[in-house]
């Protein structure tokens, strides 16, 4: 859907709590483990209109300061979704997500949530009892929801999320995943942390691409 289509009702998500700015390093360390819901989710109000559920694995900590999804500079999340075509402008999330770059992803029927809302440092910090939990309520909202994809951005979260440790990146055998609802297309994609080493900037947009060209066309 091209962004100049008419603006999609979003559900109400907090402003940053640092009023726009950036962070400073000093003051990252306060947003740790603060909160079970760090970030608020990117939805529309009418939840059938989401074609693509990405879930994140949880906020990190400038994430949390900023309630931007991928909002640390040199996660390489936003520069990935744009040359894949998912956006119309680079989106910058590092001093919060302006209502414009809200409307990029839902008129286009994209909607952002995490497997777990507690931010940390690393995503390694959070506890294998966190990851399947979050597993268990993505599984009840992706059937409340019915969107056509879910993609996880995060192998060795989603192996321990949904019980699935020998699952590889690509699109997954969702009938495998208990409760996970018939007609809904599940594919995991790489972390696109900077910490990330194995992937870059176009080898992730590649993998977007994939998820976004296997919708189908509206």
């Given amino acids: 859907m091209p962004f100049d289509a008419k603006l999609v009702p979003a559900r109400p998500r907090h402003a940053s709590p640092l009023g726009g700015r950036k962070p400073l390093t000093a003051?990252?360390?306060?947003?740790?483990?603060?909160?079970?819901?760090?970030?608020d989710d990117i939805l529309p109000v009418d939840l059938t209109a989401v074609r693509l559920l990405i879930v994140g694995v949880n906020p990190g900590l400038w994430t949390a300061a900023v309630n931007a999804p991928f909002a640390r500079p040199g996660n390489r999340f936003w520069?990935?979704?744009?040359?894949?075509?998912?956006?119309?402008?680079?989106?910058?999330?590092?001093?919060?997500?302006?209502?414009?770059?809200?409307?990029?992803?839902?008129?286009?029927?994209?909607?952002?949530?995490?497997?777990?809302?507690?931010?940390?440092?690393?995503?390694?910090?959070?506890?294998?009892?966190?990851?399947?939990?979050?597993?268990?309520?993505?599984?009840?909202?992706?059937?409340?929801?019915?969107?056509?994809?879910?993609?996880?951005?995060?192998?060795?979260?989603?192996?321990?999320?949904?019980?699935?440790?020998?699952?590889?990146?690509?699109?997954?055998?969702?009938?495998?995943?208990?409760?996970?609802?018939?007609?809904?297309a599940l594919w995991v994609v790489p972390q696109p942390s900077g910490l990330n080493a194995h992937e870059t900037i176009d080898t992730l947009a590649a993998k977007w691409r994939e998820v976004w060209e296997s919708l189908h066309p509206e």
């Fill in 27 to 39: 003051e990252l360390a306060a947003f740790a483990g603060i909160d079970d819901d760090a970030m």
């Fill in 79 to 184: 520069p990935s979704l744009h040359r894949a075509g998912l956006t119309d402008e680079l989106v910058d999330a590092s001093r919060g997500l302006s209502s414009a770059d809200e409307q990029q992803l839902l008129c286009r029927g994209i909607a952002l949530t995490n497997l777990v809302g507690r931010a940390t440092a690393r995503a390694d910090e959070l506890l294998a009892s966190e990851l399947r939990a979050g597993g268990q309520r993505i599984v009840e909202r992706v059937s409340a929801m019915r969107p056509e994809v879910v993609a996880v951005a995060g192998i060795t979260a989603f192996r321990t999320a949904f019980g699935r440790p020998k699952s590889v990146l690509g699109r997954q055998d969702a009938s495998a995943i208990d409760g996970w609802p018939e007609g809904v």
